[in-house]
């Protein structure tokens, strides 16, 4: 398992944290032994993406403004790379609390809460969530009952006692780590600790929340979710997106016309690509012969026709397949926070070997975004396919991580099915794409997780934080 190495100790593989804050000065609330400022290590969970550095620098302020509201703050240490937090604050620190961009804390909640815990002990605190049935995206682990099984809402924040750092870091250096996909970190990094159970089990503190921050239940949590998300502007137009779609000839009857029925309505330019051309639908035959699994040579064929003048030139490229459901609305809000003239490579990111000088990767059925410029970038490079069946998200990762081009991780985008994903995690977001048909009416899953209520716009919709109905 090589999970709680790239995250903790290389932390420059995927979703790198911007960096640590160890704040100088101590914050006695009392004479007993509650934690003080100087021994709470924040981790802001952040992405290379400018839009992530900028919201990340956000969070960092805030919790600077609020250190100096609490007590003096002397002197500030600089982030960190956290490469080593064992041995950069085992001596001088007692929590590492980890946190995504959107967290908000209350700093004086988290610090009453902490000190309720024994620094000397091993913790791993959190907001459990479980799975109610077995899922792919955590390798069906405890088939039998998976709801057993507890792991961290990374959003609420998470937070680590420095004797079970250490003692992690320690087992990290003594046993080489094996080479694996990294699909879920949260569930993976839980699994790691939890040691086949030689370790602790996820401590749930309902203090750290996800409740949004203007909700009367949210008095009593020490972190929140924004009521809303980021203001980034308009959402980008309809003519800035092309959508292509990867089908073959024995989907086109059974996939194709759920598109119909659902998302399609909301593009303005899409193309179905197959190996058959079916004026009816219609299809474009690229010459690429249908392949059983990795679709390499149809995704390249894609990318070299979006900069071609075969299509309208248009700012961003969606590759999805033809089991992918999605909102184009919820989408054009989202690009509104990021800079098509940089080169944007935006989806679900899983991982590959990342302990062990991998790469990450955007997941192909949750949907691939593309900027005109990270189309550009990947084709100059001369990256390419090495057959037409191998994986073309991996294969994409491969050539973005020779080329030093980010992958950038949004959680709206889902390779899996509604149920496969636990329902506290999909209770604070509006999602954006799901993936499978396997077993579910697809057009009703679209219907209930991603068309918007025509009364109001997409961005109303992604301002609500929580579902009345999950």
């Known amino acids: 398992m090589t999970i709680l190495e790239f995250f903790l100790f290389k932390p420059e593989t995927r979703l790198p944290p911007l960096g640590c804050k160890s704040l100088e000065k101590p914050f006695l609330l009392s004479q007993t032994l509650q934690p003080d400022l100087r021994e709470i290590v924040f981790i802001i969970q952040s992405q290379s993406n400018s839009f992530h550095v900028r919201q990340a620098e956000r969070r960092r302020a805030d919790l600077l403004k609020q250190a100096h509201g609490l007590a003096e703050v002397s002197s500030e240490r600089s982030f960190c790379s956290c490469t080593r937090l064992s041995r950069s604050f085992g001596k001088n620190s007692s929590w590492i609390v980890f946190l995504e961009e959107e967290t908000n804390v209350n700093m004086p909640v988290l610090v009453r ?27 069906y682990a405890f088939a039998e009952n998976p709801s057993v099984f507890k792991y961290p809402d990374f959003a609420a924040s998470w937070a680590l006692s420095i004797p079970l750092v250490v003692r992690l870091a320690n087992k990290v250096r003594e046993e080489p780590l094996k080479s694996d996909f990294t699909i879920d970190l949260k569930h993976e990094v839980a699994l790691y600790i939890w040691d086949d159970g030689k370790g602790p089990h996820l401590t749930a503190v309902p203090e750290l929340c996800t409740e949004p921050e203007d909700s009367p239940r949210a008095r009593r949590c020490a972190t929140t979710l924004s009521p809303e998300p980021p203001l980034c502007g308009e959402p980008v137009n309809t003519d800035d997106i092309f959508v292509a779609v990867k089908t073959c000839r024995k989907f086109h009857k059974e996939r194709v016309p759920v598109i119909k029925k659902t998302w399609e309505k909301d593009a303005l330019f899409l193309e179905y690509y197959s190996d058959h051309a079916d004026p009816s639908i219609p299809t474009i035959d690229l010459g690429v012969p249908n392949t059983e699994r990795g679709h390499c040579g149809k995704t390249f064929a894609i990318l070299q026709r979006f900069l071609s003048s075969a299509v309208p030139n248009t700012k961003w490229l969606l590759v999805v397949d033809d089991d992918t459901l999605i909102s184009l609305p919820r989408l054009r809000v989202l690009l509104s926070c990021y800079d098509p003239s940089e080169p944007v490579c935006l989806g679900e990111r899983y991982g590959y070997g990342l302990s062990q000088g991998g790469y990450s990767y955007i997941t192909g059925g949750g949907g691939m975004v593309f900027s005109r410029e990270a189309v550009v970038q990947l084709l100059g490079s001369g990256c390419k396919c090495y057959s037409n069946d191998a994986p073309d998200d991996m294969v994409l990762g491969m050539c973005l991580n020779a080329l030093g081009l980010p992958v950038t991780h949004s959680a709206l985008f889902h390779q899996a099915r509604p149920e496969d994903y636990a329902r506290d995690f ?17 057009v009703a899953v679209f219907h209930k997780w991603l068309k918007d209520d025509g009364s109001t716009n997409a961005s109303d919709q992604l301002n609500k934080r929580t579902k009345t109905e999950l």
């Open 426 to 442: 999909l209770a604070h977001q509006v999602p954006i794409s799901f993936h499978k048909h396997w077993n579910i009416d697809p």
């Open 113 to 139: 809460v902490l000190e309720k815990f024994d620094r000397n002990e091993e913790w791993f605190l959190g907001k459990p969530l479980r799975d109610e049935e077995s899922t792919i995206i955590h390798h």
